[in-house]
């Protein structure tokens, strides 16, 4: 083993990818004289993971393109020292040298050798987390992580013997690779052991994913765990799940979720956080002053709750190794600002997305929050193609504080989600939602975009012009009109509304005497429209009434 020379000023990055060469190009931009070495122990430096799905189904059908930056292009263009196939096993803060181990070294002597730092980066990643279960290490038994695990599942599909394939979790991967291999051609089942596919979000909006995997003649097991695996030789022929289904498969795909590579970290001492993350400030700067975090390893403040936690997602990623990198090599940067969690995901004919607090998260971390959902088309309504979105917008119910949301539809439900979760990074509230100038014409938005639409619902509560019972909710004690036509009624009757009253919005004025207004009362129509105006009436005439927030159409998803 041998101690390299010390450079007057050397930078140490482990890890390539969207967080260590997003590090390692801003430093060379903001310090031409540092000597910047990078370690990456496999063979790709920076790759486009998030699209390693859409090669495998061949929609995005050059492999290149997913390789953002080569070894040789970030020597030559960034003059960066780039080691591949290197793998960094250790730290000496005392003595500031890594440990490094070359793969495929000619010689025990060149096998392992300490590399000396000034400031050293962290960016290992994560890793699929892999189940301890009977046949999980049969080679077509694959997770999908990096270009490697891509060629390997890809290469079995064309190879033409995968007819069927089981994906283990319902999470962003799982659906991506259903959606994916059912464009090959192959059947394929999906295994989620929660009770909903996508679990970050609310039920009643996970539901039209659930249908459209469904339409698309995928089998959906939800609720139930893989139990084992079977076997033929060293190939899986089917799983058994803890209910006892067993599905035959020619290929299995694990997206069960992912744990961060922070062993190397914990090792040298450094502070881990709650969630597992290596602790870090604004700076990305551990417990360690010369050594930073940066990506999935890494806890970053969570916007919604202004505490530490993991987000593994590329965009946090890159721009924390932005600041990083600037920060390690000039002793200054811009302070990392909250992550929000803002992501989404197509699944055949439908996409979803999702920024902050669900209003399950929002119970479980204990936050006051109250919401409103409303349907609407994502543009105006009279121009052709017009698609029909769910909004579900999160809030404080005392200051109108924005703490999320959650759309799903067809086109625009991105535009909308990025929209909200820049008011989420300004502090944004209700009230500023409902005042904002978005760009309309008919082929792109409505003059009240859905974004208005939910605003001014929140804003209602806040003003208590009206109240909403959340479309989960029990309507057990209540008394409850359905406002909508009976045609209407008899082709979508609302779920769990035995003894619903129905009278017309249109007709409500003249049949109050059919209502007891002594009980308390929820209106229900198909999305949420009639039902406001309904209640408005019922109020002003002496009613307790709320609206089914959503109306049937959102209602009838959450029992389903």
Request: negative net charge.
């Amino acid at each position: 083993m041998s101690v390299e020379h010390n450079a007057p000023f050397r930078l140490v990055i482990v890890g390539g990818v969207a967080g260590g060469a997003s590090a390692a190009t801003r430093a060379r931009r903001m310090n031409e004289q540092a000597e910047i070495i990078l370690f990456e122990k496999d063979e790709d430096v920076s790759f486009a993971n998030c699209g390693l799905p859409y090669h495998i189904g061949e929609e995005i059908e050059n492999r290149d393109a997913l390789v953002v930056a080569s070894a040789d292009f970030l020597r030559r263009r960034f003059r960066l020292d780039v080691r591949t196939r290197e793998e960094v096993v250790s730290i000496d803060r005392d003595k500031r040298c890594v440990t490094v181990v070359r793969q495929g070294a000619t010689s025990e002597q060149d096998k392992t050798y300490e590399q000396s730092y000034d400031k050293l980066i962290l960016a290992p990643g994560a890793s699929p987390i892999v189940p301890d279960l009977p046949g999980v290490d049969a080679s077509n038994v694959l997770t999908l992580r990096n270009l490697v695990d891509m060629d390997r599942i890809k290469a079995r599909v064309d190879s033409g013997l995968v007819r069927r394939a089981v994906v283990v979790g319902a999470g962003y991967i799982g659906l991506e690779m259903v959606e994916q291999l059912r464009r090959r051609g192959v059947a394929v089942d999906l295994v989620e052991l929660r009770d909903q596919v996508l679990p970050l979000l609310d039920h009643e909006m996970a539901r039209p994913i659930d249908d459209s995997l469904r339409r698309n003649n995928v089998g959906v097991y939800l609720g139930v765990g893989l139990e084992s695996i079977q076997l033929d030789g060293d190939l899986a022929t089917s799983v058994r799940l803890s209910d006892g289904t067993e599905l035959s498969t020619d290929l299995v795909i694990l997206g069960i979720g992912v744990r961060p590579n922070s062993g190397l970290a914990t090792e040298a001492g450094l502070e881990i956080g709650n969630t597992g993350g290596i602790s870090i400030d604004e700076f990305s700067r551990t417990s360690d002053s010369n050594i930073y975090a940066v990506g999935d390893a890494s806890e970053p403040v969570y916007g919604p709750t202004g505490t530490p936690m993991r987000v593994p997602l590329a965009g946090p990623a890159n721009r924390s190794g932005r600041l990083a990198g600037e920060h390690a090599v000039t002793g200054h940067s811009a302070a990392a600002t909250p992550v929000w969690g803002t992501s989404v995901v197509r699944v055949f004919d439908v996409s979803v997305g999702m920024t902050g607090l669900t209003r399950a998260s929002a119970k479980r971390f204990g936050k006051d929050a109250t919401s409103v959902t409303i349907v609407a088309k994502h543009h105006a309504g009279y121009f052709p193609g017009a698609e029909v979105m769910t909004l579900k917008l999160t809030f404080e119910p005392g200051t109108g504080k924005v703490l999320g949301a959650q759309c799903v539809g067809g086109e625009g439900i991105d535009k909308r989600i990025d929209v909200i979760a820049t008011a989420m990074h300004f502090g944004g509230t209700v009230r500023d939602l409902a005042g904002l100038d978005l760009a309309y014409a008919p082929p792109f938005g409505s003059a009240k975009d859905p974004v208005h639409m939910a605003a001014f619902a929140a804003c209602n509560a806040l003003d208590e012009v009206e109240s909403f019972r959340d479309s989960e909710d029990s309507l057990d004690d209540v008394q409850i009109v359905d406002v909508r036509g009976a045609g209407e009624i008899e082709k979508a009757p609302l779920r769990e509304s035995s003894g619903a009253i129905h009278i017309p919005v249109d007709e409500l004025r003249e049949r109050l005497g059919e209502l007891d207004r002594a009980k308390p009362t929820v209106v229900s129509c198909a999305v949420g429209v009639r039902g406001h105006i309904a209640a408005r009436i019922l109020r002003q005439n002496g009613f307790e009434v709320q609206n089914l927030s959503g109306g049937a159409t959102v209602r009838n998803r959450c029992f389903e």
